[in-house]
C-alpha cells in the first residue's frame, strides 16, 4: 500500500479544479491585466493627445531606453539612494526605538507625540525652505527631508503597536512571575512585531516623496535633477520616464518589504492567499 506524504497531499489535484497557469495564482493575472490596462490607457492618452506635455507610453519607454543605455538614470539613483539610504536607516533605529518607549512608558508618550503628531500633519513642502535655511543644501538637508516624512509614521506606529499588545499575554507572563525584561522581550516586542514592520514599510514608501521632495526644492540633483532639466527643455518623454522609474521602485521596494513581512510576521496573511 503506497503512502503519500504530507507534501504529496498538498500537491495534490482536486478532479474538476483550476490548476494555477506557471504556479502563479489567478490574483498575479488580474494584477498584470490591471497594469496593462493603465499602460494602454497612457498609449491612447497620449495619441490624442490630451496635453502637447503629455507623451505616450511608447515615447516614454523609448526615453528610458536611452537613459539607460547612456548611464543617465544610473548615476542620478547613486547620487538619490544615498540620502534615501541614509535617512530611512536613521528613522528606522530611532523610530522604532522612540515609538516602543512610548508605548512602554508614560513619560516618553508625553514628551515625544506631540511632536510627532505635528510632524506627520505639517506640510513637508512648507517645511523644507527652514531645512535650507538649516543644513543648505548638501547631503544632511535631503537626509533630514526624508527623515521628516518617515519617521514620524514609524514611531507612531510603532507606539500603537506597543499599547495594542494583548494584556492577556501580558497578564500571563506577569502571573508567571516573569521580569519586566522578560515582559518586553518576550511578549510585547513579540506581538508588536508586525505593526511594526508596516511601520517601517509605510515610512519606507514616505521616504521616496521626501528624498524627490527634497531634489526638486533644494537642490537638483540625482532624479530630481533628471525631471527638473527635462521639464525646463520641454523634452517630456524623458521627464516622465523619471517620474515613471521611481514610481516603479518605489513599488518594487514596498513590494518587497510587503513580502518579506507577510513571510515572517503575516502568517495568517500567507495562508489567505
Same mark, same amino acid.
Given at each position: 500500500?503506497?503512502? +503519500?506524504?504530507?507534501?504529496?497531499?498538498?500537491?495534490?489535484?482536486? &478532479?474538476?479544479?483550476? *490548476?494555477?497557469?506557471?504556479?502563479?495564482?489567478?490574483?498575479?493575472?488580474?494584477?498584470?491585466?490591471?497594469?496593462?490596462?493603465?499602460? $494602454? =490607457? !497612457?498609449?491612447?492618452?497620449?495619441?490624442?493627445?490630451?496635453?502637447?506635455?503629455?507623451? +505616450?507610453?511608447?515615447?516614454?519607454?523609448?526615453?528610458?531606453?536611452?537613459? %539607460? $543605455?547612456?548611464?543617465?538614470?544610473?548615476?542620478?539613483?547613486?547620487?538619490?539612494?544615498?540620502?534615501?539610504?541614509?535617512? @530611512?536607516?536613521?528613522?528606522?533605529?530611532?523610530?522604532?526605538?522612540?515609538? /516602543?518607549?512610548?508605548?512602554?512608558?508614560?513619560?516618553?508618550? !508625553?514628551?515625544?507625540? &506631540?511632536?510627532?503628531?505635528?510632524?506627520?500633519?505639517?506640510? /513637508?513642502?512648507?517645511?523644507? &525652505?527652514?531645512?535650507?535655511?538649516?543644513?543648505?543644501?548638501?547631503?544632511?538637508?535631503?537626509?533630514?527631508? *526624508?527623515?521628516?516624512?518617515?519617521?514620524?509614521?514609524?514611531?507612531?506606529?510603532?507606539?500603537? =503597536?506597543?499599547?495594542?499588545?494583548?494584556? +492577556?499575554?501580558?497578564?500571563? %507572563?506577569?502571573?508567571?512571575?516573569?521580569?519586566?525584561?522578560?515582559? @518586553?522581550?518576550?511578549?510585547?516586542?513579540?506581538? $508588536?512585531?508586525?505593526? #511594526?514592520?508596516?511601520?517601517?514599510?509605510?515610512?519606507?514608501?514616505?521616504?521616496?516623496?521626501? *528624498?524627490?521632495?527634497?531634489?526638486?526644492?533644494?537642490?537638483?540633483?540625482? #532624479?530630481?535633477?533628471?525631471?527638473?532639466?527635462?521639464?525646463? #527643455?520641454?523634452?517630456?518623454?524623458?521627464?516622465?520616464?523619471?517620474?515613471?522609474? /521611481?514610481?516603479?521602485?518605489?513599488?518594487?521596494?514596498?513590494?518587497?518589504?510587503?513580502? =518579506?513581512? +507577510?513571510?515572517?510576521?503575516?502568517?495568517?496573511?500567507?495562508?489567505?492567499?
Amino acid at each position: 500500500m503506497a503512502i +503519500t506524504t504530507s507534501s504529496e497531499a498538498e500537491r495534490a489535484v482536486v &478532479p474538476g479544479a483550476k *490548476v494555477p497557469l506557471f504556479g502563479l495564482t489567478s490574483i498575479f493575472y488580474y494584477r498584470l491585466l490591471s497594469i496593462a490596462a493603465v499602460f $494602454a =490607457a !497612457w498609449q491612447i492618452a497620449g495619441l490624442i493627445p490630451i496635453s502637447v506635455a503629455f507623451p +505616450t507610453f511608447s515615447e516614454t519607454m523609448r526615453a528610458l531606453w536611452e537613459m %539607460c $543605455a547612456d548611464g543617465r538614470m544610473f548615476a542620478a539613483y547613486a547620487e538619490t539612494l544615498k540620502p534615501l539610504v541614509l535617512g @530611512i536607516v536613521i528613522s528606522t533605529v530611532f523610530g522604532v526605538v522612540i515609538g /516602543v518607549s512610548m508605548g512602554l512608558y508614560r513619560a516618553s508618550q !508625553w514628551t515625544f507625540e &506631540p511632536i510627532f503628531v505635528v510632524l506627520q500633519a505639517s506640510p /513637508v513642502a512648507a517645511l523644507i &525652505p527652514l531645512i535650507t535655511y538649516a543644513y543648505g543644501i548638501g547631503l544632511t538637508a535631503k537626509t533630514a527631508a *526624508v527623515i521628516i516624512l518617515a519617521a514620524p509614521i514609524m514611531v507612531l506606529n510603532s507606539y500603537k =503597536a506597543v499599547r495594542n499588545v494583548s494584556p +492577556t499575554l501580558v497578564q500571563m %507572563c506577569r502571573s508567571f512571575l516573569g521580569t519586566r525584561l522578560q515582559e @518586553i522581550r518576550k511578549i510585547i516586542i513579540p506581538n $508588536a512585531a508586525p505593526v #511594526i514592520f508596516a511601520g517601517l514599510r509605510l515610512g519606507v514608501a514616505a521616504g521616496f516623496i521626501g *528624498v524627490i521632495l527634497a531634489e526638486l526644492l533644494i537642490t537638483p540633483t540625482g #532624479i530630481g535633477d533628471l525631471i527638473s532639466y527635462h521639464r525646463s #527643455i520641454a523634452e517630456y518623454p524623458e521627464m516622465y520616464a523619471a517620474v515613471f522609474t /521611481v514610481i516603479v521602485f518605489s513599488a518594487i521596494m514596498v513590494g518587497l518589504l510587503e513580502v =518579506a513581512e +507577510t513571510r515572517y510576521f503575516r502568517p495568517e496573511k500567507r495562508k489567505g492567499r
